[in-house]
């Protein structure tokens, strides 16, 4: 299988760039941070995908890549469908990759595109506080839909600061969710 189509080469080297991401937020680098971090999740969804099967990743306006992917290759030259697609595509393989999933995702790889194709400079000012939550919450749900967790992916002593960023979040949610139906049960006159 050609690497750029393979689950196992997909998802290894997500986990090579989520791990330089981690190096350049421990050197307070987080600009270089969030674009490892970018990087990342598009090859863990590709992965997803290409677990399923390697066309749903072959760009399908390339026919080489469409023989790649059912493991005939006629060329060198492998092209895979743009994020945009990809993060479409993960909502139809399980409903938890949602439209806030989809949204994020989509957010962070038109910044990453604007960091590496313009002048730009999305990421500049972007604490890891503006998005982390939003985008470890995203790779938990890609990670079980292989059937997979943040110790295996990162290792376990990396998984710890994740775990407890999304731990955080879903508090947060429960708390909003709960506080919405208070809200609710008081303007209709419910105790």
Avoid at 19 to 43: C, H, I, T, V
Avoid at 66 to 74: E, K, P, Q, S
Avoid at 75 to 103: E, M
Wanted: hydrophobic share 40%.
């Amino acid at each position: 299988m050609n690497p750029a189509l393979s689950p196992d080469a997909l998802y290894a080297k997500s986990q090579l760039y989520v791990r330089r991401g981690f190096r350049a937020k421990g050197d307070d680098e987080f600009e270089e941070y969030q674009l490892w971090a970018s990087l990342a999740l598009e090859l863990m969804g590709k992965a997803v995908l290409a677990n399923v099967h390697p066309s749903l990743v072959a760009d399908p306006q390339h026919y080489e890549s469409l023989f790649a992917a059912c493991g005939r290759d006629l060329s060198p030259d492998v092209r895979t469908i743009t994020a945009k697609t990809l993060f479409i595509r993960l909502g139809h393989i399980d409903k938890a990759f949602d439209a806030r999933h989809q949204k994020f995702c989509e957010q962070i790889s038109l910044r990453r595109n604007a960091e590496l194709h313009s002048g730009e400079s999305p990421f500049s000012g972007m604490t890891p506080e503006l998005w982390e939550r939003e985008y470890w919450g995203a790779v938990v749900v890609l990670l079980k839909m292989q059937e997979e967790n943040l110790d295996a992916w990162l290792g376990v002593d990396d998984a710890k600061a994740p775990a407890a960023i999304v731990d955080k979040a879903n508090e947060a949610r429960k708390w909003a969710v709960g506080n919405r139906v208070r809200s609710a049960r008081e303007d209709f006159g419910f105790s």
